[in-house]
């Protein structure tokens, strides 16, 4: 069965730069979520998207932006990143806003 | 604001054992709560979800249970194997929150052969 996909799954990025994570979630859902966890830590809810509108906003810096697009996919805009950006992002999928949430293998983000 | 609480943070049993896992959580006002699995440094795979009119879920040795009113689920995991050795997450979706998932910290599981 089709998984939820991200990209890329690693990426090193240094202070101050932008980054983009993408992700694809499983055909015919339609909510994405980003999630990021950093090291030791349960997973903080960032955003969500709904028929590709925002559902949902959580603990977002604002140097972060997120969309998702007409073919349901999302990315996640990090710019003038920090070292304490360094973590697992992860995006999660699910068809409606009230159902299982399908999580993806992540991104994990390191700043230098 | 919601909270999940899950203890113990550590548990090392020997090969074969039954076990439960605990999670709290502090507004009974909740839509669902799931279960996790993760592998260090990796992704999050969905194991049990119980809707908050449910009492439990079972899914082969699994079985999760649901008290809404006590603010209480447990994963009860039987006849435990070296390859569950994990992080298991208890989540829940307040309801009032829409749709974002708050996660307790985990119970680190280690299962010697």
Redesign the interface.
């Known amino acids: 069965a089709a998984g939820v996909i991200q990209s890329p799954r690693h990426l090193i990025k240094e202070k101050r730069e932008t980054a983009t994570l993408k992700c694809y979630p499983i055909p015919r859902h339609d909510?994405v979520?980003w999630?990021q966890q950093g090291p030791g830590?349960?997973?903080?809810?960032l955003i969500?998207f709904?028929e590709k509108m925002q559902?949902?906003k959580?603990s977002i810096p604002d140097r972060f932006s997120a969309q998702q697009f007409s073919d349901y996919h999302s990315e996640l805009n990090m710019s003038s990143l920090e070292l304490g950006d360094s973590a697992?992002y992860?995006c999660?999928s699910s068809q409606g806003?009230?159902y299982?949430?399908?999580?993806?293998?992540?991104t994990?983000l390191t700043v230098t | 604001k919601q909270e999940v609480t899950q203890i113990p943070a550590a548990l090392s049993v020997p090969e074969g054992e039954n076990l439960v896992l605990n999670c709290s959580f502090t507004d009974s006002a909740i839509y669902n709560l799931q279960w996790f699995r993760q592998d260090p440094g990796k992704g999050l795979t969905s194991l049990l979800l119980i809707q908050s009119s449910q009492r439990e879920q079972t899914s082969g040795r699994l079985n999760a249970s649901l008290d809404k009113s006590s603010g209480r689920s447990t994963l009860y995991i039987a006849a435990s194997q070296p390859g569950d050795s994990a992080t298991y997450l208890c989540a829940v979706r307040p309801h009032q929150a829409g749709t974002a998932l708050i996660f307790g910290k985990g119970t680190t599981l280690s299962v010697s052969s």
């Open positions: 909510t979520y999630y830590q349960d997973p903080q809810f969500s709904y559902s949902d959580g697992l992860f999660a806003r009230g299982e949430q399908y999580f993806g293998p992540g994990r």
